[in-house]
């Protein structure tokens, strides 16, 4: 029973597409994240959504665009993929109370060719 | 920008304590100091926090200085799966931002 789950785990594809990476949390968060892990293996927070609203964007392309259908799901669409979008793909999820732990997935490795 | 620095790299024998630093000279009164470590290249791993007071759990201690301006996590008897880059951050207690810096990579041998 994984907590927050993320399909693919890999992605392979070529400049120019247009992909899209899944998460799931059966934890009842409202809070849900997108961070990205380049290949220096520098984290950084990219997206937060609380209850499906868009809370922290960190100036992030508009070519990524992240959907929530409902607050369980947090997903992310990359239009127009660069060979700079490589890089690991984290989401997570954090409870409304204390001690405000975020709970991560187990990445998607995207790599643009 | 991170608002912690941590040393890039610690070795640790199995089963000895490993002791892992960081400083966070700049905190805030309403900041919290949050552990994190990534094994391998999983998702990272919630550790333990704390404000002003030492804290334990069944992973590790956390030691707070009395001016707040460093911290050092311990892990009491490291195994070989201890093995992980460990972050140190600071975090207003109920905001939603993890800013990730650098970590510590520690090594943890036979």
């Known amino acids: 029973d994984t907590a927050v789950s993320q399909t693919p785990k890999y992605l392979v594809t070529q400049m120019g597409n247009d992909k899209s990476i899944k998460c799931e949390q059966n934890?009842?968060?409202?809070?849900m994240y997108w961070y990205k892990q380049d290949s220096k293996k520098f984290l950084k927070i990219m997206f937060s959504y609380n209850n499906k609203e868009l809370i922290i964007n960190e100036t992030v392309p508009n070519r990524f665009s992240p959907k929530s259908p409902d607050k369980a799901h947090l997903n992310l669409h990359i239009n127009s993929l660069e060979l700079g979008d490589s890089a690991v793909y984290f989401c997570a999820s954090t409870p409304q109370q204390a001690p405000y732990e975020q709970y991560f997935g187990p990445g998607t490795r995207l790599t643009v060719t | 920008d991170a608002k912690t620095t941590q040393p890039p790299s610690m070795d640790c024998a199995e089963g000895r304590a490993a002791n892992l630093p960081c400083n966070h000279s700049?905190?805030?009164?309403?900041?919290?100091v949050y552990w994190y470590r990534q094994i391998h290249s999983q998702g990272p791993q919630y550790i333990i926090h704390g404000l002003k007071n030492n804290e334990t759990n069944e992973m590790a201690s956390l030691i707070i200085t009395e001016d707040r301006k460093s911290s050092t996590l311990i892990l009491p008897h490291a195994t070989l799966r201890d093995t992980a880059v460990y972050y140190c951050?600071?975090?207003?207690?109920?905001?939603?931002?993890?800013?990730f810096g650098t970590g510590t990579r520690l090594q943890v041998f036979p």
């Open positions: 934890l009842g968060h409202d809070t």
């Open positions: 700049t905190i805030s009164g309403n900041e919290y």
């Open positions: 951050i600071v975090r207003v207690y109920n905001t939603d931002k993890l800013i």
